[in-house]
């Protein structure tokens, strides 16, 4: 699969997570560490998904993972997250983080990513998805 993702806009909706990369999310080159990215990224769909599923949910799945650029220390991170489908027990979330540099305007994409959540019951196992 293609690393390139075409040119797109900040969503215009509110970002789940908005946090700055700070000097401990770094890998021992200096660079922001991607695991920290995608744990960000886990929890904005994990906040998406529950909040959908009207409960407990765990993450199953997380296809087309694309680091496009990086992100440095300081960065403004926004995690934006959207349901873009519902199965029967399973919801499909895509996910992009964006990066602001701390001292300017622009925004670009660093990365992109559908996550798929199961809704759990108590004893951890898969229930139906509530209607809308
Ligand atoms: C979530 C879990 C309970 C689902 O159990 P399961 O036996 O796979 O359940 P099912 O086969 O009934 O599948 C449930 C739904 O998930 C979907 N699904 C399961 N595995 C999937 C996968 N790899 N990719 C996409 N969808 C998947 C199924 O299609 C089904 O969707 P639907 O009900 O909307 O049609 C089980 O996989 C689990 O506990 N996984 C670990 C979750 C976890 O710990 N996540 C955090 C990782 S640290």
């Not at 797109?8 to 999310?25: C, G, K, Y």
Request: hydrophobic fraction near 40%; aromatic fraction near 6%; include cysteine.
């Amino acid at each position: 699969m293609s690393n390139r993702l075409p040119p797109a806009e900040p969503p215009q909706h509110a970002p789940v997570i908005r946090i700055t990369a700070m000097p401990s999310d770094t890998n021992p080159a200096g660079d922001i560490f991607g695991g920290w990215l995608m744990g960000i990224m886990d929890m904005a769909a994990a906040s998406a998904a529950t909040r959908r599923a009207r409960g407990r949910c765990a993450t199953v799945a997380v296809e087309g993972m694309s680091f496009l650029s990086p992100v440095r220390v300081g960065d403004e991170v926004s995690c934006y997250a959207e349901i873009v489908s519902v199965g029967r027990t399973s919801m499909k979330v895509k996910v992009e983080a964006w990066r602001r540099e701390r001292e300017g305007e622009h925004m670009n994409r660093v990365t992109a990513a559908e996550f798929t959540f199961v809704a759990l019951d108590q004893t951890g196992r898969p229930r139906p998805v509530p209607a809308a």
